[in-house]
């Protein structure tokens, strides 16, 4: 005697539906644990102003001298930035303390935080901090930065 058994198997939409789970359910966990931006880098904002405002903002609460003055963080625009000290490119490094020189970025100066005498990543910052000390020169100054050193020129004076 020959039994014709059948069992009932699964529908190929449960099949598709359940591996399509697993492979979401990877990428979250996966996401989760390196973060996104490195799982899809192409879904970064061209403007990270935003965020900087919020790592800068939070340096200057707590009072982290080395992040505020000295982590390089990488600073991108949709398009070149126009300052008293020249042309930012659209995508470059600088310090907390650089950035909020930069007015169009609209980051506030940390008063918590004096960061002394550093070496700025740009020539433009050092050209910005000159700008924004000229007034109070009384003899010229040397401003250094990556790759050599600017001279600040004290305003003639009035005779």
Known sequence: MKLNKRGQGLPVSTIILIVIGVVILVILIIGLTIGFNRIFPFIKPANNIKELT???SL????????DYCSQLRA???EKETATAGGTLSA???AKCDEISMVAAFGIEKCTGIAC????????????LYC???KSGLTANKEIPYTGG???CKAPAAAT
């Open 149 to 151: 050193k600017f001279t």
């Open 131 to 133: 700008e924004s000390i």
């Open 116 to 127: 002394g005498e550093v070496v700025y990543s740009q020539d433009i910052f050092a050209k």
């Open 54 to 56: 919020e790592q800068c």
């Open 75 to 77: 600073v991108s625009t």
């Open 91 to 93: 995508q470059f490094k």
């Open 59 to 66: 340096a200057c609460s707590t009072f982290a001298k080395y």
